[in-house]
């Protein structure tokens, strides 16, 4: 059994910086592309921003020159630096993982709250 868990999600005025991290554990062979995704009240899930096994990173237009993706291959963690935070990022954020272990298929985390206000 593969889990996902984030953390580090929290309340945060506007221009503060938060990092959120992801810890895959389990029964893992390889991590293959991990993301993270957000779902503000009354919108759809979108995709924020993924980075593949050999580190290659792609942003949503809006969180460009602000967040950052990276991951700990060893350590099976993903993490999300966001700078300049405004409210319209507000949303819960969650983990995903294109994840091998006796099967391979996509893993999702719980969610962690990000609040972005003053």
């Known amino acids: 059994q593969v889990q996902l868990v984030e953390s580090g999600g929290g309340l945060v005025q506007p221009g503060g910086s938060l990092r959120l991290s992801c810890a895959a554990s389990?029964?893992?062979?390889?991590?293959?592309?991990m993301g993270w995704y957000r779902q503000a009240p009354g919108k759809e899930r979108e995709l924020v921003t993924r980075?593949?096994?050999?580190?290659?990173?792609n942003y949503v237009d809006s969180v460009k020159g602000r967040f950052t993706i990276s991951r700990d291959n060893v350590k099976n963690m993903v993490y999300l630096q966001m700078n300049n935070l405004t409210p319209e990022d507000t949303a819960v954020y969650y983990c995903?993982?294109?994840?091998?272990?006796?099967?391979?298929?996509?893993?999702w985390g719980q969610g962690t709250q990000v609040t972005v206000s003053s």
């Open positions: 980075i593949t096994s050999g580190g290659t990173a």
């Open positions: 995903n993982g294109d994840i091998s272990s006796y099967v391979r298929k996509t893993y």
């Open positions: 389990g029964s893992i062979f390889s991590i293959n592309a």
